[in-house]
């Protein structure tokens, strides 16, 4: 089975734009959670999501938000972006229904803002 | 705030020899993880260990939970060149999130 996929592998954007970036989970990984990593920290959660219903959400202004769609791919969108949104965005996969279980990591977008 | 930490920030072994990082938190969890990742990509997943257990191996890793003392540990034996990598610790924060650390950035020399 392929692994989580994500699209673009890496974005450049200035401030003020919007961008979308977009996850594939594994084959049969029902649930998402999209994280940011900023250089040199750990990644932050921003959402998990399960069968389409938002699950949780972190301590992330409402700029950032997300979607699943039916085939459980899923999207996180950014507004108004920011110097400081410049990041590594990761989406992770877990299998049943979510939760904090072994979560399965996408290669990660890169997005500079400038 | 990130609810666990890692301890040390950076380590630097030579090959062959045994890597050991710790992770301290600060709530009650149900389980606490390890990830593995290279050069700013993906995480890989290293080993879970729920709170009801106290230690668990995996190939070369060895991890021990501490609950009384709100710690964890992950050793790797006979490092080799492809540990070179930055390993995270994760908490369950709550039901769905999972709350990292900063990460032990562990080089090994050849």
């Known amino acids: 089975d392929a692994g989580v996929t994500q699209s673009p592998t890496h974005l450049i954007k200035t401030r003020g734009q919007q961008v979308t970036l977009r996850c594939s989970p594994i084959?049969?990984?029902?649930?998402v959670s999209w994280y940011q990593q900023v250089l040199g920290q750990g990644p932050q959660f921003i959402f998990q999501?399960?069968?389409?219903?938002?699950?949780g959400r972190g301590n992330f202004p409402d700029r950032f938000s997300a979607r699943q769609f039916p085939n459980y791919s899923s999207e996180l969108n950014v507004n108004a972006l920011l110097l400081g949104d410049s990041a590594l965005y990761l989406c992770?996969?877990?299998?049943?229904?979510?939760?904090?279980?072994?979560?399965?990591f996408g290669p990660g977008t890169r997005l500079t803002v400038l | 705030s990130q609810q666990g930490e890692e301890d040390p920030q950076a380590l630097s072994i030579q090959e062959g020899e045994n890597a050991t990082m710790n992770c301290s938190y600060k709530?009650?969890?149900?389980?606490l993880q390890w990830y593995r990742q290279n050069s700013g990509r993906g995480l890989v997943h290293l080993i879970l260990i729920r709170s009801n257990e106290r230690e668990k191996h995996s190939g070369r890793l060895r991890v021990t939970l501490d609950t009384s003392k709100k710690s964890s540990s992950l050793l790797i034996t006979a490092s080799r060149a492809a540990d070179t990598a930055s390993y995270f610790c994760a908490t369950d924060y709550n039901d769905y999130k999972l709350s990292f650390g900063a990460g032990t950035t562990v080089t090994v020399r050849a």
């Open positions: 992770a996969a877990t299998p049943g229904q979510g939760g904090t279980d072994t979560q399965y």
């Open positions: 084959s049969g990984h029902k649930s």
């Open positions: 709530t009650s969890i149900n389980n």
């Open positions: 999501y399960y069968e389409k219903e938002e699950r």
